[in-house]
């Protein structure tokens, strides 16, 4: 297939227009999704595009002009007709997010193409490998969220869609003839069944960043009076926490802890800008943290998140017949159990002691399929020492 010259993708920035569309996909069955957001740029992410490819058009809907995506939702959960996503999870969780959709009947092209063990996963490798088709990366980390729109956004968003449709066909048939399908579809309902979880802010978390670990207990409080400063400044201008300040920057922050707006003014990375605005912020972070406990270790982890001796083991056996399915069945680790849920199966005789519900996290196609092989695991000693969990 070459690439051939597209006409202008259909732009959606009325209500009317919108409903318009969603009488046309009542009748369709097959429609390739994606969205783009503004994540990178804001605190508050949303939706800015939607892109919708039929088998004869694509679509871009401007989520910010139209505001009410409402007459969409049934073509979401209509079971009739197939959503073509990649990547699935992130759009998803978007999409339920800002809309409250109800999506019904996933295809997800990089979920099949990880279950036919392709190792390059991103929608152009993908693109690329099928069809001999490049598409532009240039516009990945783009501000969505800016209007006017410029015809070169308009272009690469509908590319995002444009080749699902022919995409999934080929990897449908690719699944089929390998039997992999109900593998795939297991991760397709997956995909249905989540749910966006509300934005949680964690002041220990300022552990997470590099370099936090070899500062002094002291520099460590100072470390988090930064951190929770800027998660709030970051939350009033609705930007990214990054672009409010640096982490890198908070860190060696902590490290000196400047304590006058002079020593500041003069510290290496302190921009014009950056000392405008947030001089008092950091100033008073810097006292706070000067002033609080030192702060010698972590908090201590929830004890449903602790490795005793007995799951480590466990985790590792798991992991060792896992690697063995995988090469019998020649398909990737992932494709039969995550390691989401490896961990969850080896906590689980731990948290409850009823052989029964061990398997509760794992689909019920999974359970079926390795039920049997899975429990003898469970309940035995696996012998040899533990590697450490980190």
């Not at 099949?112 to 929608?123: D, E, F, M």
């Not at 007995?310 to 063995?324: I, N």
Request: glycine content about 4%.
């Amino acid at each position: 297939m070459t690439q051939e010259k597209l006409p202008p993708p259909t732009v959606i920035d009325t209500l009317p227009d919108l409903e318009s569309l969603s009488e046309e996909l009542a009748d369709v069955a097959r429609v390739g999704i994606d969205v783009e957001s503004d994540g990178f740029y804001v605190y508050h992410e949303k939706v800015c595009l939607l892109q919708l490819s039929t088998v004869e058009e694509d679509f871009v809907i401007d989520p910010l002009a139209v505001q009410d995506l409402s007459p969409l939702g049934p073509m979401f959960r209509d079971p009739r007709i197939e959503k073509v996503f990649h990547a699935a999870e992130y759009d998803v969780l978007c999409l339920k997010r800002d809309f409250g959709f109800h999506i019904r009947n996933i295809f997800d092209t990089m979920a099949a193409s990880r279950t036919l063990g392709v190792v390059k996963l991103g929608l152009a490798n993908v693109i690329e490998e099928h069809f001999g088709i490049r598409l532009s990366k240039k516009l990945q980390r783009a501000n969505w969220g800016k209007r006017p729109l410029s015809r070169e956004q308009l272009e690469y968003a509908r590319l995002d869609t444009h080749y699902l449709l022919d995409l999934s066909a080929a990897l449908l048939a690719r699944l089929e003839d390998k039997g992999l399908l109900k593998d795939a579809r297991d991760e397709f309902e997956r995909l249905e069944r989540l749910e966006p979880n509300a934005r949680r802010f964690d002041p220990d978390a300022f552990w997470n960043l590099p370099g936090a670990r070899k500062l002094s207990p002291q520099a460590r409080a100072v470390l988090k009076e930064l951190y929770i400063g800027r998660e709030r400044r970051a939350a009033e201008l609705d930007r990214a926490p990054f672009r409010v300040l640096p982490e890198e920057l908070l860190v060696r922050l902590a490290e000196v802890s400047p304590a006058s707006s002079d020593a500041l003014r003069q510290f290496r990375g302190m921009t014009p800008y950056l000392f405008t605005h947030f001089q008092r912020d950091i100033l008073d972070a810097v006292r706070r943290g000067l002033s609080a406990p030192p702060i010698d270790a972590p908090p201590a982890r929830p004890a449903n998140n602790r490795w005793s001796p007995m799951s480590l083991r466990r985790y590792e056996a798991l992991r060792r017949w896992r690697k063995a399915q995988a090469e019998s069945r020649g398909v990737s680790p992932i494709v039969v159990l995550s390691t989401d849920e490896i961990r969850r199966l080896a906590h689980a005789p731990d948290e409850n002691p009823e052989p029964a519900v061990w398997l509760d996290c794992l689909s019920e196609y999974k359970r079926g399929v390795y039920g049997e092989q899975l429990l003898p695991i469970l309940h035995e000693k696996p012998s040899g020492r533990p590697r450490r969990k980190k």
